[in-house]
């Protein structure tokens, strides 16, 4: 059973379109968030929704939205693509983000971004 | 500022020997640290955290970590390293409490365990 899935785990596509990144935990954690790591394995966070209210949302274009249906599932929607946001995107998610801050995040595999 | 400072890119060790992966910190609030492990074209996992208390803490795989909290170092150790180890680490720290509330990542070091 996977904890934290992501689709897809590949994504090539055109600069100028729209994609879509879906995450889901069944680990019943009320906190996900989206990390960005770039060809120099640098890890940044983008967003975290907590029980689906926005909590963390860094200084990322606009074009990114994160989205948080249920507790259980964060999708990050890409408009108009472009060659910088080639990159591993990867989801995670943890338990009482507010009341136990020392909780570990769990990861999911990720989903390596290439825009041509 | 809340940060986190790993100055290897790079460490090598030969298998069986003691490894020592270096993390400082600097936060304005109470530290909760992390380490993790990243495979090849893998998520991150979990290794250990330090949140109070004793200072060396231990984690999966034989892996343990010392706090400092006067040096502000968080170092991940082995006593015997295998090939398997090989791989990305990556020192974490939540400022919790701090002027930032979120879980900030150093730049991580490459381990290559030599057989």
């Known amino acids: 059973d996977t904890a934290v899935s992501q689709t897809p785990k590949y994504l090539v596509t055109q600069m100028g379109n729209d994609k879509s990144i879906k995450c889901e935990q069944n680990?019943?954690?009320?906190?996900m968030y989206w990390y960005k790591q770039d060809s120099k394995k640098f890890l940044k966070i983008m967003f975290s929704y907590n029980n689906k209210e926005l909590i963390i949302n860094e200084t990322v274009p606009n074009r990114f939205s994160p989205k948080s249906p249920d507790k259980a599932h964060l999708n990050l929607h890409i408009n108009s693509l472009e060659l910088g946001d080639s990159a591993v995107y990867f989801c995670a998610s943890s338990q009482d983000w507010g009341r136990r801050p020392y909780n570990e995040q769990f990861f999911g595999p990720g989903t390596r971004l290439t825009v041509l | 500022a809340q940060s986190v400072a790993q100055p290897e890119d790079q460490v090598n060790v030969a298998e069986g020997n003691p490894l020592t992966v270096k993390c400082t910190y600097s936060?304005?609030?109470?530290?909760?640290l992390f380490w993790y492990v990243q495979y090849p074209n893998r998520g991150l996992q979990f290794l250990l955290k330090?949140?109070?208390?004793?200072?060396l803490v231990k984690g999966s795989y034989g892996f343990e970590a010392e706090f400092n909290k006067s040096q502000t170092s968080f170092h991940l150790k082995k006593p015997s390293a295998l090939v398997s180890d090989s791989a990305l680490y990556f020192c974490a720290v939540r400022d919790y409490g701090g002027a930032t509330n979120k879980l900030i990542f150093g730049t991580g070091t490459l381990l290559a365990v030599q057989p």
């Open positions: 330090y949140i109070t208390g004793d200072n």
């Open positions: 680990l019943g954690h009320d906190t």
């Open positions: 936060v304005s609030g109470n530290p909760y």
